[in-house]
């Protein structure tokens, strides 16, 4: 069977001081944000875009929607095909949600492995914002 996954897209990390988190990745990493996660006003993440497609998602610990984990949220996975992988899952007797448009423009559904690890599974579009412009802001609605 061939793979239905391409490569790892992001691990989410929770951050319990923003600043000192960009500062680190930027200063001692040399990799500045991509983009910023805002509530209203409120900064509440970025996101860090270390070459080849491959993501670091920041949240503010606190100001995630996830807060059942230490610091590793999830791990994203990417596809090219999200509901061949979907059918696959589900043959297979998984449990998955409905895919849905995120709000960076990025088509996804979330599962668990064994061990309860979440999996959130992506299939970019040509509107994804991680192939944007840097320094954009990505407005979230939960």
Not at 72 to 92: G, R
Request: proline share 3%.
């Amino acid at each position: 069977m061939p793979s239905l996954i391409k490569q790892v897209a992001h691990t989410c990390i929770f951050a319990r001081d923003l600043d000192a988190v960009e500062s680190f990745y930027r200063d001692v990493c040399g990799v500045p944000p991509k983009f910023d996660f805002k509530r209203g006003d409120d900064r509440i993440g970025f996101y860090l875009d270390f070459g080849n497609r491959t993501f670091v998602e920041v949240f503010l610990k606190g100001e995630s929607r996830f807060e059942d984990t230490n610091q590793i949220n999830h791990i994203c996975l990417e596809t090219e095909d999200i509901d061949a992988f979907m059918a696959n899952a589900k043959a297979k007797g998984v449990a998955v949600t409905d895919k849905k448009l995120g709000v960076d423009h990025t088509w996804q559904c979330w599962l668990a492995d064994p061990s309860g690890v979440k999996l959130e599974i992506f299939q970019y579009t040509d509107k994804s914002m991680q192939f944007g412009a840097d320094g954009a802001i990505c407005q979230v609605d939960w």
